[in-house]
């Protein structure tokens, strides 16, 4: 994981829409880098939901949501019409933005081992350092425990 009080990698990727889409384009803004295994399965399914349902505290504290996996840019369209997500999601199809903040490597799943996107979560401070480091998040609880962290920076 990437120590808060770290530079942030920047990075440049293709949102739902084919638009490309950087970190720095957010610079002065404090925006919440989450990494998730794949688009339509459960886990992910509700943490998107969660960070959809929301979506307007985020927007209170004017903190952007980006999600970040190794899916397909027309999977993450499907994915954000479907549950109507406002947020970007961004497709990182050879893992290397996943790899750069330490959430791509070897995984275990039903006794197979195989590499995939790790369940992190990164607040981003408008300076562009890391403010907060999440591993191995729970997808259900993840989006009301950033914001009540996010209050507590404030």
Not at 18 to 38: H, I, K, M
Not at 79 to 92: G, K, Q, R
Request: glycine share 8%; proline share 5%; hydrophobic share 35%.
């Amino acid at each position: 994981m990437l120590e808060p009080g770290s530079e942030a990698p920047d990075f440049e990727l293709q949102n739902q829409d084919g638009d490309r889409v950087a970190l720095s384009d957010y610079a002065g803004q404090r925006v919440v880098v989450y990494f998730y295994p794949r688009a339509n399965t459960e886990g992910c399914t509700v943490e998107a939901c969660s960070f959809r349902d929301r979506w307007d505290e985020y927007g209170e504290r004017d903190v952007a949501v980006l999600g970040i996996s190794d899916d397909p840019v027309d999977d993450l369209d499907d994915f954000a019409t479907e549950y109507d997500l406002p947020f970007e999601l961004l497709s990182d199809p050879e893992g290397e933005v996943s790899l750069l903040y330490e959430s791509y490597g070897e995984k275990e799943m039903f006794g197979n081992t195989f590499d995939g996107v790790f369940r992190n979560t990164y607040v981003v401070g408008a300076d562009g350092d890391v403010e907060l480091a999440y591993e191995g998040v729970d997808p259900e609880e993840h989006a009301d425990e950033i914001l009540a962290d996010v209050d507590d920076l404030s």
